[in-house]
Antibody, heavy 121, light 110 residues
Framework: MQLVESGGGLVQPGRSLRLSCAAS????????MHWVRQAPGKGLEWVSG????????GFADSVEGRFIISRDNAKNSLYLQMNDLRAEDTALYYC???????????????WGQGTMVTVSS | QSVLTQPPSASGTPGQTVTISCSGS????????VYWYQQLPGTAPKLLIY???QRPSGVPDRFSGSKSSTSASLAISGLRSEDEADYYC???????????FGGGTRLTVL
């Protein structure tokens, strides 16, 4: 089982960025998926989650209204559209597989290596 | 300030048993399962414990989890140098409708 994130980079405040996560080695459409971030030198923060059929989503208060999570089960891919980015969004963004198909989440048993997002002028 | 409270650091010598605590409230630990993650330096987190006290396959039985009321604990017995890592607890929280993590505990093996 593998998750590979992409799409990170340096972006100016107020701009947008779209992260992608490619899944392989498991039946992607059987599980909920999540984004978790980690600011440099800081702890883990859950960002957003989506259930197996995209009918249920959740967001941290810090990103509600600015970030959109989506998935394409046909492409085994998870996405995070990040709008109106702020300096405090600077972090390593991990894609994580849930042990369950639904929200609220169970354990996150597969993680990618992360993609770094830096928001700075 | 994290919703779940963990001690910032813990330490022990090889072979010892170390316990890491995680304190929450009725809206999170008091009502939902607790999960524990291990993050070795420079790597992605790894699930250690799910549903309070269950170990995923491949996780040694030296790692054990427990929960009582609004608190949880992770115990590591037979401490080894390779256990040196950051440990995070996590749970769902009704008050924020989201998954919350503890601030993390850095374990040092002396």
């Amino acid at each position: 089982m593998q998750l590979v994130e992409s799409g990170g980079g340096l972006v100016q405040p107020g701009r947008s960025l779209r992260l992608s996560c490619a899944a392989s080695g498991f039946s992607f459409d059987d599980y909920a998926m999540h984004w978790v971030r980690q600011a440099p030198g800081k702890g883990l923060e859950w960002v957003s989650g989506i259930n197996w059929n995209s009918r249920g989503t959740g967001f941290a208060d810090s990103v509600e209204g600015r970030f959109i999570i989506s998935r394409d089960n046909a492409k085994n891919s998870l996405y995070l559209q990040m709008n109106d980015l702020r300096a405090e969004d600077t972090a390593l963004y991990y894609c994580a597989k849930d042990m369950s198909a639904q929200l609220p989440p169970e354990g996150f048993d597969v993680w990618g290596q992360g993609t770094m997002v830096t928001v700075s002028s | 300030q994290s919703v779940l409270t963990q001690p910032p650091s813990a330490s022990g010598t090889p072979g010892q048993t170390v316990t890491i605590s995680c304190s929450g409230s009725g809206s999170n630990i008091g009502s939902y399962y607790v999960y524990w993650y291990q993050q070795l330096p420079g790597t992605a987190p790894k699930l250690l414990i799910y549903r309070n006290n269950q170990r995923p396959s491949g996780v040694p039985d030296r790692f054990s989890g427990s929960k009582s009321s609004t608190s949880a604990s992770l115990a590591i017995s037979g401490l080894r140098s390779e256990d040196e890592a950051d440990y995070y607890c996590a749970a769902w929280d009704d008050s924020v409708s989201g998954r919350v993590f503890g601030g993390g505990t850095r374990l040092t093996v002396l």
